[in-house]
Protein backbone atom coordinates (compact mmCIF):
# COMPACT_ATOMS: atom_id res chain seq x y z
CA UNK A 1 0.00 0.00 0.00
CA UNK A 2 1.31 3.16 -1.17
CA UNK A 3 2.26 5.24 2.38
CA UNK A 4 0.37 9.09 2.58
CA UNK A 5 2.27 12.14 0.73
CA UNK A 6 2.93 15.11 3.04
CA UNK A 7 4.32 18.23 2.21
CA UNK A 8 6.21 19.54 4.57
CA UNK A 9 7.00 23.96 4.13
CA UNK A 10 9.57 25.32 6.68
CA UNK A 11 12.35 27.55 5.97
CA UNK A 12 14.26 26.29 9.21
CA UNK A 13 16.64 22.57 7.77
CA UNK A 14 16.24 22.02 11.37
CA UNK A 15 13.22 21.52 11.67
CA UNK A 16 12.10 20.28 8.12
CA UNK A 17 15.68 17.52 9.18
CA UNK A 18 13.81 16.45 12.42
CA UNK A 19 10.12 16.49 11.90
CA UNK A 20 10.76 14.92 7.89
CA UNK A 21 12.77 11.99 10.10
CA UNK A 22 9.80 12.18 12.30
CA UNK A 23 7.11 11.63 10.04
CA UNK A 24 9.41 9.03 7.15
CA UNK A 25 9.72 7.06 10.68
CA UNK A 26 5.63 6.56 11.29
CA UNK A 27 5.20 5.67 8.06
CA UNK A 28 4.39 8.21 5.58
CA UNK A 29 6.16 9.70 2.62
CA UNK A 30 7.94 13.09 3.37
CA UNK A 31 8.70 16.05 0.56
CA UNK A 32 10.16 19.36 1.95
CA UNK A 33 9.99 22.58 0.14
CA UNK A 34 11.76 25.62 1.65
CA UNK A 35 9.18 28.36 1.33
CA UNK A 36 5.89 28.77 0.15
CA UNK A 37 6.09 29.57 -3.06
CA UNK A 38 7.84 26.97 -4.95
CA UNK A 39 5.43 24.25 -2.01
CA UNK A 40 2.23 26.39 -4.17
CA UNK A 41 3.88 25.60 -7.43
CA UNK A 42 4.81 22.53 -6.60
CA UNK A 43 1.17 21.39 -5.71
CA UNK A 44 -0.38 23.62 -8.54
CA UNK A 45 1.95 21.03 -10.89
CA UNK A 46 1.00 17.82 -9.71
CA UNK A 47 -1.95 15.95 -10.26
CA UNK A 48 -4.67 16.62 -8.12
CA UNK A 49 -4.53 13.86 -5.07
CA UNK A 50 -0.59 14.08 -4.91
CA UNK A 51 -0.42 15.23 -1.34
CA UNK A 52 -2.65 14.08 1.38
CA UNK A 53 -1.71 16.77 3.59
CA UNK A 54 0.56 19.66 3.68
CA UNK A 55 2.20 20.78 6.95
CA UNK A 56 3.54 24.47 6.89
CA UNK A 57 4.91 26.79 9.06
CA UNK A 58 3.19 30.58 9.53
CA UNK A 59 6.30 32.50 9.55
CA UNK A 60 8.54 32.48 6.90
CA UNK A 61 10.57 34.93 4.52
CA UNK A 62 8.30 35.73 1.27
CA UNK A 63 5.01 34.64 1.41
CA UNK A 64 4.10 33.54 5.11
CA UNK A 65 1.79 30.15 5.49
CA UNK A 66 -1.49 32.13 6.30
CA UNK A 67 -0.80 33.28 2.28
CA UNK A 68 -0.05 30.06 1.80
CA UNK A 69 -3.09 28.34 3.39
CA UNK A 70 -5.36 30.50 1.55
CA UNK A 71 -4.03 29.60 -2.06
CA UNK A 72 -4.05 25.73 -1.74
CA UNK A 73 -7.46 25.96 -0.21
CA UNK A 74 -8.59 28.28 -3.12
CA UNK A 75 -6.70 25.53 -5.28
CA UNK A 76 -8.35 22.49 -3.73
CA UNK A 77 -10.70 23.38 -1.17
CA UNK A 78 -10.24 19.43 0.26
CA UNK A 79 -6.44 20.26 0.97
CA UNK A 80 -5.61 19.15 4.60
CA UNK A 81 -3.40 21.67 5.49
CA UNK A 82 -2.04 21.70 9.02
CA UNK A 83 -0.19 24.69 10.59
CA UNK A 84 2.88 24.73 12.76
CA UNK A 85 3.38 27.13 15.36
CA UNK A 86 5.54 28.55 18.20
CA UNK A 87 4.72 29.50 21.52
CA UNK A 88 2.94 32.95 21.47
CA UNK A 89 1.51 32.54 17.67
CA UNK A 90 -0.84 30.16 19.06
CA UNK A 91 -3.76 33.06 17.83
CA UNK A 92 -2.64 32.98 14.62
CA UNK A 93 -2.89 29.06 14.06
CA UNK A 94 -6.47 29.75 15.69
CA UNK A 95 -7.23 32.17 13.22
CA UNK A 96 -5.52 30.00 10.41
CA UNK A 97 -8.41 27.42 11.51
CA UNK A 98 -10.69 29.99 11.45
CA UNK A 99 -9.81 30.03 7.46
CA UNK A 100 -10.10 26.88 6.97
CA UNK A 101 -6.99 24.69 8.08
CA UNK A 102 -7.72 21.35 8.98
CA UNK A 103 -5.77 21.99 12.38
CA UNK A 104 -2.53 23.06 14.08
CA UNK A 105 0.65 21.82 15.64
CA UNK A 106 2.30 23.73 18.55
CA UNK A 107 6.36 23.07 18.95
CA UNK A 108 7.92 21.36 20.74
CA UNK A 109 6.15 18.63 19.28
CA UNK A 110 4.10 15.80 20.46
CA UNK A 111 5.53 12.76 18.26
CA UNK A 112 1.89 10.95 19.11
CA UNK A 113 -0.06 14.10 18.59
CA UNK A 114 1.45 14.84 14.67
CA UNK A 115 0.85 11.44 14.16
CA UNK A 116 -3.31 11.33 15.92
CA UNK A 117 -3.43 14.46 13.69
CA UNK A 118 -1.91 13.44 10.51
CA UNK A 119 -3.91 10.18 10.52
CA UNK A 120 -6.88 12.18 10.98
CA UNK A 121 -6.25 14.53 8.01
CA UNK A 122 -5.03 11.46 5.14
CA UNK A 123 -8.33 9.56 6.38
CA UNK A 124 -10.86 12.53 5.78
CA UNK A 125 -9.01 13.38 2.94
CA UNK A 126 -11.41 13.70 0.09
CA UNK A 127 -9.91 13.54 -3.31
CA UNK A 128 -11.49 15.61 -5.58
CA UNK A 129 -10.41 18.04 -8.16
CA UNK A 130 -9.32 21.51 -7.71
CA UNK A 131 -11.40 23.95 -8.09
CA UNK A 132 -11.00 25.73 -11.22
CA UNK A 133 -10.53 29.37 -10.14
CA UNK A 134 -13.70 31.59 -9.12
CA UNK A 135 -17.01 30.16 -10.46
CA UNK A 136 -18.06 30.90 -14.00
CA UNK A 137 -20.15 33.62 -13.39
CA UNK A 138 -21.09 36.28 -11.05
CA UNK A 139 -23.87 34.90 -9.25
CA UNK A 140 -25.97 35.36 -5.98
CA UNK A 141 -27.34 32.16 -6.27
CA UNK A 142 -25.55 30.04 -3.64
CA UNK A 143 -25.82 26.60 -5.33
CA UNK A 144 -24.60 27.88 -8.50
CA UNK A 145 -21.42 29.90 -6.75
CA UNK A 146 -20.30 26.21 -5.18
CA UNK A 147 -20.19 24.55 -8.40
CA UNK A 148 -23.47 22.54 -7.96
CA UNK A 149 -24.28 21.40 -11.27
CA UNK A 150 -27.71 19.35 -12.21
CA UNK A 151 -31.44 21.10 -12.88
CA UNK A 152 -33.29 18.19 -12.90
CA UNK A 153 -36.40 18.58 -11.09
CA UNK A 154 -35.50 17.10 -7.74
CA UNK A 155 -31.84 19.12 -8.19
CA UNK A 156 -34.18 22.59 -8.64
CA UNK A 157 -35.80 21.97 -5.84
CA UNK A 158 -32.94 21.24 -3.61
CA UNK A 159 -31.54 24.75 -5.26
CA UNK A 160 -34.64 26.27 -3.86
CA UNK A 161 -34.48 25.22 -0.39
CA UNK A 162 -30.52 26.26 -0.15
CA UNK A 163 -31.90 29.53 -1.46
CA UNK A 164 -34.50 30.36 1.41
CA UNK A 165 -32.57 28.36 3.91
CA UNK A 166 -29.37 30.18 3.64
CA UNK A 167 -30.89 33.19 4.80
CA UNK A 168 -32.41 31.59 8.08
CA UNK A 169 -30.00 31.01 11.46
CA UNK A 170 -31.98 27.66 11.53
CA UNK A 171 -30.15 24.54 11.66
CA UNK A 172 -29.92 22.47 8.52
CA UNK A 173 -30.09 18.55 8.62
CA UNK A 174 -28.54 17.34 4.84
CA UNK A 175 -29.33 13.79 4.38
CA UNK A 176 -28.03 11.48 1.47
CA UNK A 177 -26.13 8.73 -0.25
CA UNK A 178 -22.27 8.82 0.15
CA UNK A 179 -21.03 11.04 -2.68
CA UNK A 180 -24.61 13.17 -3.21
CA UNK A 181 -23.05 16.24 -3.08
CA UNK A 182 -24.05 16.86 1.52
CA UNK A 183 -20.91 18.79 2.12
CA UNK A 184 -21.06 21.27 -1.27
CA UNK A 185 -24.70 21.89 0.13
CA UNK A 186 -22.94 22.56 3.47
CA UNK A 187 -20.94 24.99 1.91
CA UNK A 188 -23.36 26.49 -0.07
CA UNK A 189 -25.78 27.23 2.60
CA UNK A 190 -22.76 28.77 4.26
CA UNK A 191 -21.97 31.24 1.34
CA UNK A 192 -25.65 31.90 0.53
CA UNK A 193 -25.93 33.25 4.26
CA UNK A 194 -25.21 36.67 5.86
CA UNK A 195 -22.43 34.79 7.65
CA UNK A 196 -20.42 34.11 4.57
CA UNK A 197 -17.54 36.35 5.69
CA UNK A 198 -16.98 34.22 8.94
CA UNK A 199 -15.16 30.98 9.38
CA UNK A 200 -16.61 27.96 7.98
CA UNK A 201 -15.45 24.99 10.11
CA UNK A 202 -15.73 21.46 9.06
CA UNK A 203 -15.92 18.74 12.06
CA UNK A 204 -15.77 14.88 10.77
CA UNK A 205 -17.76 13.32 13.50
CA UNK A 206 -16.77 9.59 11.97
CA UNK A 207 -12.62 10.42 12.20
CA UNK A 208 -12.35 11.41 15.39
CA UNK A 209 -11.73 8.77 18.30
CA UNK A 210 -14.98 8.84 20.43
CA UNK A 211 -12.88 9.73 23.72
CA UNK A 212 -11.57 12.77 22.00
CA UNK A 213 -15.15 14.04 20.36
CA UNK A 214 -15.74 16.30 23.16
CA UNK A 215 -12.69 18.40 23.31
CA UNK A 216 -12.84 18.45 19.46
CA UNK A 217 -16.44 20.28 19.74
CA UNK A 218 -15.99 22.77 23.09
CA UNK A 219 -11.62 22.56 23.36
CA UNK A 220 -9.92 21.80 26.49
CA UNK A 221 -8.17 23.60 29.45
CA UNK A 222 -4.43 22.81 29.96
CA UNK A 223 -3.98 19.25 31.59
CA UNK A 224 -7.87 18.24 31.61
CA UNK A 225 -6.39 14.78 30.61
CA UNK A 226 -3.38 13.27 29.55
CA UNK A 227 -1.68 14.43 26.48
CA UNK A 228 -3.59 18.14 27.18
CA UNK A 229 -0.42 19.72 27.00
CA UNK A 230 -1.88 23.21 26.36
CA UNK A 231 -5.63 24.30 26.25
CA UNK A 232 -7.34 24.59 22.89
CA UNK A 233 -10.09 26.14 21.58
CA UNK A 234 -12.85 23.47 20.23
CA UNK A 235 -14.79 23.56 16.68
CA UNK A 236 -17.82 26.01 18.70
CA UNK A 237 -15.37 28.46 19.26
CA UNK A 238 -13.42 28.34 16.44
CA UNK A 239 -17.50 28.55 14.48
CA UNK A 240 -17.70 31.75 16.27
CA UNK A 241 -19.83 34.16 13.34
CA UNK A 242 -20.00 31.73 11.17
CA UNK A 243 -21.08 28.11 10.77
CA UNK A 244 -20.39 24.84 12.31
CA UNK A 245 -20.88 21.85 10.08
CA UNK A 246 -21.13 18.65 11.79
CA UNK A 247 -20.16 16.34 9.11
CA UNK A 248 -21.29 12.47 9.69
CA UNK A 249 -23.52 12.99 12.71
CA UNK A 250 -24.73 10.10 13.48
CA UNK A 251 -21.48 8.60 14.94
CA UNK A 252 -21.07 10.95 17.69
CA UNK A 253 -20.87 9.52 20.95
CA UNK A 254 -24.33 9.34 22.72
CA UNK A 255 -22.69 9.94 25.61
CA UNK A 256 -21.73 13.92 24.00
CA UNK A 257 -24.90 13.81 22.69
CA UNK A 258 -26.61 15.50 25.60
CA UNK A 259 -24.12 18.09 25.63
CA UNK A 260 -24.27 19.01 22.23
CA UNK A 261 -28.00 19.38 22.67
CA UNK A 262 -27.21 21.80 25.49
CA UNK A 263 -24.73 23.77 22.84
CA UNK A 264 -26.59 24.04 20.19
CA UNK A 265 -29.79 25.06 23.10
CA UNK A 266 -28.31 27.67 24.44
CA UNK A 267 -25.14 28.81 22.32
CA UNK A 268 -23.28 28.16 25.40
CA UNK A 269 -20.53 25.55 26.71
CA UNK A 270 -17.34 24.76 28.50
CA UNK A 271 -14.20 23.32 27.46
CA UNK A 272 -13.02 19.93 28.93
CA UNK A 273 -11.87 20.61 32.38
CA UNK A 274 -12.59 24.34 31.91
CA UNK A 275 -15.11 25.96 34.79
CA UNK A 276 -15.91 28.91 32.47
CA UNK A 277 -19.08 29.05 30.14
CA UNK A 278 -18.25 30.09 26.73
CA UNK A 279 -20.58 31.64 24.41
CA UNK A 280 -20.04 31.44 20.48
CA UNK A 281 -22.62 33.20 18.14
CA UNK A 282 -22.72 29.61 15.32
CA UNK A 283 -24.72 28.15 12.90
CA UNK A 284 -25.17 24.51 13.00
CA UNK A 285 -25.31 22.49 9.78
CA UNK A 286 -25.50 18.37 10.10
CA UNK A 287 -25.17 15.55 7.31
CA UNK A 288 -25.68 12.28 7.41
CA UNK A 289 -25.69 9.45 4.86
CA UNK A 290 -27.61 7.07 7.73
CA UNK A 291 -31.15 6.93 8.10
CA UNK A 292 -31.48 8.55 11.78
CA UNK A 293 -34.53 7.56 12.36
CA UNK A 294 -33.26 3.83 12.47
CA UNK A 295 -29.88 4.90 14.36
CA UNK A 296 -32.78 6.64 16.42
CA UNK A 297 -34.40 2.57 17.10
CA UNK A 298 -30.95 1.41 17.55
CA UNK A 299 -30.51 3.71 20.61
CA UNK A 300 -27.56 4.97 19.39
CA UNK A 301 -29.07 8.56 18.59
CA UNK A 302 -31.33 10.57 21.10
CA UNK A 303 -34.66 11.61 19.72
CA UNK A 304 -34.37 15.26 20.69
CA UNK A 305 -31.06 15.72 19.31
CA UNK A 306 -32.56 14.80 16.23
CA UNK A 307 -35.37 16.96 16.07
CA UNK A 308 -33.44 19.85 17.49
CA UNK A 309 -31.06 19.20 14.42
CA UNK A 310 -33.85 18.20 11.84
CA UNK A 311 -35.53 22.06 11.42
CA UNK A 312 -34.73 22.26 8.10
CA UNK A 313 -34.14 18.84 6.16
CA UNK A 314 -32.64 18.45 2.98
CA UNK A 315 -32.73 15.23 1.11
CA UNK A 316 -30.41 14.94 -1.37
CA UNK A 317 -31.12 12.49 -4.52
CA UNK A 318 -29.21 10.03 -4.92
CA UNK A 319 -27.48 10.09 -9.04
CA UNK A 320 -29.40 6.77 -9.93
CA UNK A 321 -32.42 9.05 -9.41
CA UNK A 322 -31.71 12.20 -11.20
CA UNK A 323 -30.23 10.38 -13.89
CA UNK A 324 -31.28 13.00 -16.18
CA UNK A 325 -28.44 15.31 -15.10
CA UNK A 326 -25.43 12.63 -16.10
CA UNK A 327 -24.84 14.45 -19.14
CA UNK A 328 -24.36 18.06 -17.80
CA UNK A 329 -22.03 16.34 -15.00
CA UNK A 330 -20.19 14.68 -17.61
CA UNK A 331 -19.58 17.67 -19.44
CA UNK A 332 -18.51 19.58 -16.14
CA UNK A 333 -15.96 16.80 -14.85
CA UNK A 334 -15.16 16.00 -18.57
CA UNK A 335 -13.88 20.03 -18.75
CA UNK A 336 -11.86 20.34 -15.74
CA UNK A 337 -9.97 17.23 -16.54
CA UNK A 338 -9.36 18.63 -19.42
CA UNK A 339 -8.26 21.56 -18.06
CA UNK A 340 -6.24 20.05 -15.69
CA UNK A 341 -4.61 17.25 -17.28
CA UNK A 342 -3.85 19.47 -20.64
CA UNK A 343 -6.33 16.82 -22.32
CA UNK A 344 -8.72 17.59 -24.91
CA UNK A 345 -11.66 14.81 -24.40
CA UNK A 346 -14.70 16.00 -26.20
CA UNK A 347 -16.93 13.72 -24.28
CA UNK A 348 -18.50 10.30 -24.51
CA UNK A 349 -20.54 8.74 -27.01
CA UNK A 350 -23.73 7.43 -27.16
CA UNK A 351 -23.62 4.07 -26.21
CA UNK A 352 -21.32 4.88 -23.50
CA UNK A 353 -23.37 7.64 -22.43
CA UNK A 354 -26.32 4.88 -22.33
CA UNK A 355 -24.44 2.25 -20.51
CA UNK A 356 -23.78 5.12 -17.82
CA UNK A 357 -27.26 6.05 -17.31
CA UNK A 358 -27.93 2.22 -16.42
CA UNK A 359 -24.92 1.85 -14.04
CA UNK A 360 -26.72 2.50 -10.53
CA UNK A 361 -23.57 4.60 -8.96
CA UNK A 362 -23.29 3.57 -5.29
CA UNK A 363 -21.05 6.02 -4.53
CA UNK A 364 -22.98 8.69 -6.88
CA UNK A 365 -21.00 11.94 -8.06
CA UNK A 366 -17.74 11.11 -6.50
CA UNK A 367 -17.55 7.96 -7.95
CA UNK A 368 -18.52 9.74 -11.38
CA UNK A 369 -15.82 12.24 -10.51
CA UNK A 370 -13.34 9.85 -10.23
CA UNK A 371 -14.13 7.75 -13.59
CA UNK A 372 -14.22 10.86 -15.48
CA UNK A 373 -10.64 11.89 -14.59
CA UNK A 374 -9.50 8.05 -15.33
CA UNK A 375 -11.07 8.17 -18.33
CA UNK A 376 -10.11 11.16 -19.07
CA UNK A 377 -6.39 10.45 -18.68
CA UNK A 378 -6.05 6.89 -20.35
CA UNK A 379 -8.53 8.58 -23.42
CA UNK A 380 -6.69 7.89 -26.92
CA UNK A 381 -8.92 9.62 -28.97
CA UNK A 382 -10.90 13.05 -28.42
CA UNK A 383 -13.94 10.62 -27.60
CA UNK A 384 -13.96 8.08 -24.88
CA UNK A 385 -16.40 5.09 -26.56
CA UNK A 386 -18.46 2.36 -24.56
CA UNK A 387 -15.97 -0.43 -25.33
CA UNK A 388 -13.46 1.35 -23.10
CA UNK A 389 -15.18 1.57 -19.55
CA UNK A 390 -14.89 -0.31 -17.18
CA UNK A 391 -16.04 -3.96 -17.19
CA UNK A 392 -18.60 -2.73 -14.47
CA UNK A 393 -20.27 -0.76 -17.18
CA UNK A 394 -20.18 -3.04 -20.14
CA UNK A 395 -23.49 -5.32 -19.08
CA UNK A 396 -25.89 -5.16 -21.31
CA UNK A 397 -27.82 -1.15 -20.27
CA UNK A 398 -31.00 -2.13 -20.95
CA UNK A 399 -31.02 -4.35 -18.01
CA UNK A 400 -31.46 -2.45 -14.84
CA UNK A 401 -28.25 -2.92 -13.36
CA UNK A 402 -28.38 -4.54 -9.53
CA UNK A 403 -25.02 -4.79 -9.12
CA UNK A 404 -24.33 -4.02 -5.80
CA UNK A 405 -21.12 -1.25 -5.02
CA UNK A 406 -18.92 -4.60 -4.35
CA UNK A 407 -19.71 -6.34 -6.71
CA UNK A 408 -17.52 -5.08 -9.86
CA UNK A 409 -14.58 -7.03 -8.90
CA UNK A 410 -11.64 -6.83 -11.10
CA UNK A 411 -12.42 -4.24 -13.52
CA UNK A 412 -9.12 -2.47 -14.69
CA UNK A 413 -10.00 -0.54 -17.47
CA UNK A 414 -9.33 -2.38 -20.39
CA UNK A 415 -7.75 0.30 -22.96
CA UNK A 416 -4.46 0.35 -25.01
CA UNK A 417 -2.27 3.73 -23.40
CA UNK A 418 -1.38 5.77 -26.24
CA UNK A 419 2.15 6.46 -25.27
CA UNK A 420 2.34 9.69 -26.83
CA UNK A 421 -0.20 11.36 -25.58
CA UNK A 422 0.18 9.67 -21.81
CA UNK A 423 0.32 13.39 -20.50
CA UNK A 424 2.52 12.11 -17.55
CA UNK A 425 6.11 10.48 -17.06
CA UNK A 426 6.50 7.09 -15.72
CA UNK A 427 6.68 7.67 -12.04
CA UNK A 428 2.63 9.42 -12.03
CA UNK A 429 1.63 6.29 -14.97
CA UNK A 430 3.01 3.74 -11.73
CA UNK A 431 1.37 5.54 -9.60
CA UNK A 432 -2.10 5.58 -11.07
CA UNK A 433 -1.40 2.09 -12.05
CA UNK A 434 -0.97 1.39 -8.24
CA UNK A 435 -4.24 3.24 -7.41
CA UNK A 436 -6.17 1.08 -10.16
CA UNK A 437 -4.29 -2.56 -8.25
CA UNK A 438 -5.47 -1.06 -4.80
CA UNK A 439 -8.99 -0.40 -6.23
CA UNK A 440 -9.17 -4.11 -7.52
CA UNK A 441 -7.74 -5.68 -4.53
CA UNK A 442 -9.94 -4.08 -2.66
CA UNK A 443 -13.32 -4.99 -4.46
CA UNK A 444 -12.27 -8.36 -4.18
CA UNK A 445 -11.71 -8.27 -1.12
CA UNK A 446 -15.46 -6.64 0.10
CA UNK A 447 -16.53 -9.55 -2.66
CA UNK A 448 -15.30 -11.89 -0.77
CA UNK A 449 -16.27 -11.20 2.41
CA UNK A 450 -19.93 -10.54 1.37
CA UNK A 451 -19.18 -6.52 1.89
CA UNK A 452 -18.17 -6.85 5.56
CA UNK A 453 -15.55 -4.17 5.93
CA UNK A 454 -13.78 -5.42 9.41
CA UNK A 455 -13.15 -8.87 7.37
CA UNK A 456 -12.17 -7.29 4.53
CA UNK A 457 -9.49 -4.43 6.20
CA UNK A 458 -7.77 -8.03 7.72
CA UNK A 459 -7.82 -9.97 4.77
CA UNK A 460 -5.88 -6.74 3.13
CA UNK A 461 -3.28 -6.56 6.19
CA UNK A 462 -4.39 -2.74 6.73
CA UNK A 463 -7.17 -1.05 9.28
CA UNK A 464 -10.65 -0.97 9.54
CA UNK A 465 -10.56 2.87 9.32
CA UNK A 466 -8.12 3.18 6.21
CA UNK A 467 -9.97 0.88 4.28
CA UNK A 468 -12.85 2.96 5.04
CA UNK A 469 -11.25 5.69 3.82
CA UNK A 470 -9.83 3.88 0.50
CA UNK A 471 -13.81 3.22 -0.07
CA UNK A 472 -14.79 5.96 0.27
CA UNK A 473 -12.65 7.84 -2.30
CA UNK A 474 -13.23 4.73 -4.49
CA UNK A 475 -17.08 5.66 -4.12
CA UNK A 476 -17.83 2.56 -2.38
CA UNK A 477 -20.63 2.33 0.01
CA UNK A 478 -19.61 1.05 3.18
CA UNK A 479 -22.06 -0.78 5.28
CA UNK A 480 -22.74 0.01 8.86
CA UNK A 481 -20.62 -2.06 11.06
CA UNK A 482 -21.45 -5.37 11.97
CA UNK A 483 -20.86 -6.98 15.30
CA UNK A 484 -18.13 -9.22 14.60
N1 LIG B 1 -24.34 18.58 -8.05
C1 LIG B 1 -23.01 18.50 -8.15
N2 LIG B 1 -22.35 19.11 -9.15
C2 LIG B 1 -21.01 19.03 -9.26
N3 LIG B 1 -20.23 18.37 -8.40
C3 LIG B 1 -20.82 17.75 -7.37
C4 LIG B 1 -22.23 17.78 -7.18
N4 LIG B 1 -22.53 17.09 -6.07
C5 LIG B 1 -21.36 16.63 -5.60
N5 LIG B 1 -20.33 17.03 -6.37
C6 LIG B 1 -18.91 16.68 -6.17
O1 LIG B 1 -18.88 15.31 -5.80
C7 LIG B 1 -17.96 15.08 -4.76
C8 LIG B 1 -18.67 14.52 -3.55
O2 LIG B 1 -19.48 15.53 -2.97
P1 LIG B 1 -19.54 15.74 -1.39
O3 LIG B 1 -18.21 15.55 -0.76
O4 LIG B 1 -20.25 17.00 -1.14
O5 LIG B 1 -20.47 14.49 -1.05
P2 LIG B 1 -20.98 13.94 0.35
O6 LIG B 1 -22.44 13.70 0.21
O7 LIG B 1 -20.52 14.83 1.44
O8 LIG B 1 -20.27 12.53 0.40
P3 LIG B 1 -19.88 11.62 1.70
O9 LIG B 1 -21.15 11.13 2.31
O10 LIG B 1 -19.12 10.53 1.06
O11 LIG B 1 -19.08 12.49 2.60
C9 LIG B 1 -17.29 16.41 -4.47
O12 LIG B 1 -16.09 16.49 -5.18
C10 LIG B 1 -18.29 17.42 -5.01
O13 LIG B 1 -17.65 18.60 -5.43
MG1 LIG C 1 -19.16 14.41 2.98
Sequence with gaps: MTRPRILLVDDEPNLRKVLGALLEQDGFEVHAEEAAEPAL????????????????????????????????????????????????????????????AFDYLEKPFDRAHIRAVLERAVATRVRSGPSMGAPAAETDDPSVAVGMVGDSPAMQAVREVIRTAAKSPSTVLITGESGTGKELVARALHLGSDRADGPFIRLNCAAIPP??????????????FTGAVSSRPGRFELADGGTLFLDEIS????????????????????????????????????????????????????????YRLNVVPIRLPALRERIEDLPALLAHFVERCNARLGKRVRGFDDDALARLSAYPWPGNIRELENLVERMVLFASSDVILAAELPEAFQAD????????????????????VPLSSLGMDLKEAVRLGSRMVEEVLIREALQQTGGNVTRSARLLGISRRSLQSKMKELGLRDEPPRAD
Design 41 to 100: ARVRASPSDTFDAVITDLRMPGMDGIALLRALLSYDPHLPVIVLTAHGTVDSAVEAVKLG
Design 397 to 416: PSRTAGAGPVSGAGHLPQVR
Design 251 to 306: EIPLSIQVKLLRAIQESEFERVGGVKTIRADLRIIAATNRDLVEVIAEKRFREDLY
Design 211 to 224: GLVESELFGHEKGA
